[in-house]
């Protein structure tokens, strides 16, 4: 999973249980949505994830807290365009 994350993308916390290392609470919030700082190819303590990421909280959370969202598709906007008006010639 970590190699389809990346700086700037978004992320869906979807554990918010104790630190499993120290078993300190964390300041994240399941349901919330973070945006990703920055990937770090070390391996969690825990065994069960091969980066970790840090979301600007704290420091780098184990990439098993998270799901990767999509991103926002680019919607098509109808935009009204300003033509230059012909002027006649008078003889």
Known sequence: MSDTMG????????????NHVTG??????AGETYRV???MD???PCGRSDA?????VDF???QTRFRLLPKPK???RTRRVS???EKETIR
């Open 83 to 85: 033509a230059p008006r």
């Open 74 to 76: 680019a919607q098509a």
């Open 60 to 62: 780098a959370w184990c």
């Open 52 to 56: 970790l990421i840090d979301v600007g």
């Open 42 to 44: 070390f391996a969690c």
């Open 37 to 39: 700082v920055e990937v």
């Open 24 to 29: 300190h609470p964390v300041p994240l919030r």
């Open 7 to 18: 700086p700037g993308g978004l992320v869906l916390c979807v554990n918010a249980a104790p």
